[in-house]
């Protein structure tokens, strides 16, 4: 057992770390320091949350009379088309993955960085240029109206910024690339020694699966971009019908990417979740190997279901009918994470604090993103529902629901981590009401007004829709204000927040042996392996008040285990 | 400057009657940037939120009757409640776990249990699997219905451009709404001249794409008199959202003729096939023996040989025989055809004729729709004009 | 668990790491196999991107087999056979550089990774010929495509070619005079990387006097085609022939080329029987298709190959400062393999584009 000089120096909160060890804007923008380039990260995808979160609100509040507000048709086109291009690009894509992943990954198995540093600050400057290329299609004057999709030909004829906002898009896609292959060899190569794969927490699962995808689907929008690019330029003739091309080739190739892509969104926020809710069960997460592998079965089966964006283009009914079929296989491994994260829940000890609230609504979220899904995946009711508000809304409980709940959920568990202070959490707590009730304020309206047929992508509309477009522009603005006062919450802890220990959840995966905020190498001592759902293998030290393992504390004040280990 | 929108009199969440939209509507009629809409119903949101009625709009095809057991109403009720029943036992099971197994006074206490149990994981993931076989099998079979049109359809040409639709039917008049006939199996033969459109009747519950360079078709028995909304759903350009129209369902054939503005044609699509045909085609192609191209006589719908391979003769094949004649060369006629192509010398309209044409080169089909001139019908249908105009 | 040894358990803070492992590894060997992972994944996605092409290439030629069937005909096999050895023969001996830093032989392996860009930029100088001479001929992407065929004089330098090399030709006196000036200063190692550089370009210049020599040699060959058309390919054939006389359905039509480029002609109508017919560009602008599939895949490929030229170089400089060790040459690996990555994808366009009937 350690002595105290030693718990005191790798647990108490140092005077240094990775914050202030050097400073310096330099010191930042050339850092190849994993945890800075995750925060840099962080405060990057949150402003383009907030750009294209306020898109969101000008097209609710412009939709809220049924023959449009105050927005011009071309307006309204290239703001929609701006807040799904951002939000999808430049946010929720590097969102989880890039600003959370970045910073915990490396810890989380015992690392002091990711296997390419200069290549992960190589991923941030893409992703600046990609996003300022998006942005650079609004400052240019001609916008972009071709909706996030690019379809063409209308991307081809238009005279919006399309070149502009699709070689941003390419650019994202590189350091999308250069993030899931820095993580698939880091988790690959670098795990601490003894950390077996079934010893990962299941977020690095669900982020090696992003990986997988992340490399395998992004080259293909590259290329399929060029090609745009090169069609819009030189009509080369492959996707334009006017030169013998094929629209919906295009499509194909498009969402080859783009369905995978939904999954790129997804995977790393069930992974925060399934963390989030065995630490705040102090509970061994029920069934790891099934929430792991379905997982990789998401990602793989990811690959097998871009048609179903298709089924009322006109390919051959057959193709339809496969594509139907293997959707429907999606549902399985998605249904099972949701189990397991209830039976997690059994028997647990549930503390209902801020990361939890978030992690209890996105199970109630998710589980409408999903379950609607079923409705889009059968083929008949998918005719009536494609392109209506029933799709709009089932894929923002998905990725809203979903992913920035996660997303906000996370932060709130590993801010502590990162800047060494805690939030206030019953602000926290009422964010996150205000979130979870604006959030199925604006969206479920839109299932009823989908399913009563109002197309999507409509500037104005049939009048008898707007007692739901009211409702659910109130509702945004609820959201809205959710989402701003829960980061509102976050970046005064930061500052001013109590200032709290290395563990203060009770969490027994590795980036908890760090002292908070982290030392610049994150480990100043070699780490004490243990299962990452073990929670009685942290005890909790008064003089730190924190917990730490149990082969470190005082062996005068630690209880004796619990229950025997067993998996 | 629109910042304050002229119906503000509509107050906020207040549920409109039917009369009220008819006035809205029919104030609207004189602005030109909203088109006239159909009103099947206001925003009634007193119907039972569990009943297909809350959900949909009017139903008026064969594929939304209640209670068939194909329908996409039927389906999609049935999923509704498998959604419910699922989503009632995650938040119910989610509830009671927190509030029985939450923390007390922050001691941190769980009670022993098993984390894993393989038998119970099996049976989560297969057993919903059933469910979803059903949904499945039900989708498809809704689906196929939708999708494959019976043999006495009657065939409307569609041509949808930015931002308007244009429905020609097979007597050669056209019109910008769609007029259909009850009971009346259809076929919307779909085109467009420019970007993707999507053709979508929500109270026939079909949707169908209109792709540039291709036919697409659209099926449906209308099955219900009224006047129901039709608009495009594929994002198509700045008014969109104004790419809306009515599509009518009519008694019978006379009264569709009858009760509608028509853009009256002076010849039949196939009168006018035919001469394009002479103009372009007969140099090579005889209507029932082969020249220097194939004859014409029988060749709609059957399978021809190529040079390689087999295609069946439609609107697809004879569309892109004419433009890209060395494509698909019939056997016999290769390896390179002899044939130049059309490109850029047809309009699509154009192509529609010799296709109507082509369905039948031997003898004029027999319509019943478009009454011999000089008949006393066709002068009634004169005198509707007159009316009109 | 993990047995600790919690009086030892704190971190040294400084490791004697060995300068070429970064911080961040605990080993050589974990480095080596990071990057070797790394750039195996990397490879991944290249062939995923360029797998967009093969799908688009795939689906034309289903969809217009009598197009890919006869479009080689105006690619020139020998050159891209020339090709195709040019970049195996780097590729070994791309294999024997990396062979050579496995053994810390810098100059050697220098030496390789040299003849290995001299190659690619063999290859480069093929590939403007190849290109330059297809422009002459109006052979462009599908819309700009009027293929209008008239035979050139051997060694006949297309205004395509001089723009082609304009920045060679600067890259090339830019980086001899650099040798001389760090020659004149006596920076060795950076005197012979530019000297390097330099004759790197310069290989771009020999592999056009190679084309251009091919070129001639076969320019006779190419004219008795276009004499007798009975002897041409169907699509050269469809593409010059006149067809007046397409009522007797015999095409014997003399070898007299136009290019038309007026096409519109928008009212059918208006063509009477028996017109006689201005030549149908169409079957010529399909052919297009194929040339923008050609231009997409070989130009990317062109790419590839130039940023290969880049990381080479990179090698070549760390080569000169004898960087490689036994224990330490993953980067030549790392690019080796790039580059093996970027002949296979030769491998696969010359026979996808050149050789198929």
Redesign the interface.
Known sequence: ??SAE?RN??FDTPETNYLNHTRGWKSWAFTLDHKRIGVMYLIGVTIALFLAGAFALVLRWHLFWFEGGFLSNEMYNQMFTLHGAIMVFSFIIPSVPAALGNFVL?MMIG???????RMNLMSFYLWIAGTCCLAAAILSGYGLDTGWTFYTPYSIETSTGVIFATFGAFILGFSS?FTG??F???V???RA??QSWFKLPLFLWSLYATSIIQ??????L???L??LI?ERT?????FDPK????PV?FQH?FWFYSHPAVYIMILPAMGVISELISVYSQKRIFGYSFIAFSSVAIALLGFLVWGHHMFTSGQSPMVTLIFSAITFTVAIPSAVKVFNWLATLYKGSILLNTPMCYALSFIFLFGIGGLTGLFLGALSTDIHLHDTYFVVAHFHFVMVGGTLTALLGGLFHWWPKMFGRMYNDMLGRISCFLVFAGFNLTFFPQFVMGSRGMPRRYASYDPEFQIFHQWSTFGASILGFGILMSFGVLLYAAFYGKRCGANPFKAASLEWQSSSPPDF?N????P???DPYDFD?QVYDKDLDTYIPR??ADPKTVPPRREPVHH | MNWLPSNLFVPLFAQQSTEDIAKIVSEMNNDTTTPMSAVERPADLSSNWLSSEFHFPEAASTFAVTGDYYSIDWLYMFVFWVCVVFFAGIVAAMVYFCVKYRRKDGVIDPQPSTSHNTALEIGWSVGPSFLLIIIFVVGAQGFFDMRIPRDDCEEIQVTASRWNWKFTYPDGDSSAELHLVNKQPTKLVMQSTDVLHSLYIPAFRQKVDVVPGRYTYFYVVPNKEGEYRLSCTEYCGDKHSQMRTLCKVHATPAARKASTQWIEAEYTPWENGE??YK??C???HNINKAG?GPAFAGLWGKTENLM?GTVKVDENYIRNSI??P??D?VAGYG??S?M????????PE?LNYLIAFLKSPAEKPQDNDKPAEGTGEGEKNAEANTEVH | ??V?D??N???EEHHHHEPFI????DDAE?QF??GK??IW??L???I??????F??YT??RI?????FEQAHHFLDKRLGALNTIVLLFSSLTMALGVHAAQNGDNKKCGLYVLITMVCAAMFLGVKAIEYSHKWDLGIF????FSYHPHTAEPFHVSPYLIKLSVIPVLLLVGFIAASFFARASSKVALSKFMGGLAITVGGYFVGVLIGMTFMALTAENEHAQLESPSQAP?VL??LTLD?DK??D?H?DADGDAHADGD???????D????DS?AK?P??G??V??FF??Y??MTG?HAIHIIAGIVALAWIYWRCLVVHWRPDYFGPVDYVGLYWHLVDLIWIYLFPLLYLID
């Open positions: 057992m350690a030693i120096k790798i490396p690392a002091k960085d990711v296997a390419f540093p690339i292959l820095n698939l060899v880091t690959n190569t670098m020694p003894g490399i395998l689907a992004t080259p293909v590259g290329i399929t060029l090609m090169a030189m009509h080369i003739g492959i030169y013998g091309g094929d080739l190739f190498h480990f100043i001592h070699k004490i392996l243990h293998s082969e470190l | 001469r394009l103009i372009n007969s140099g090579c220097t390689k433009l890209y060395q494509q060369v390896p390179i002899k130049n192509s059309f490109k850029g010398k047809f309009t154009q | 668990m993990a600790v919690t009086d358990i704190l971190e970064a911080h961040h590894f974990q196999d990071s992972l790394g994944l990397f991944v996605t290249e995923l991107f360029f797998s967009g092409l799908v688009a689906l034309y969809h217009h087999p009598e197009i992407v599908r819309s700009e169907l054939r469809a067809d397409h009522d359905g095409a096409h519109s002609h928008a009212d059918g109508e063509h009477a029987h028996g017919h149908s169409d079957l602008r399909d297009g298709i923008s599939i231009y997409c990317l």
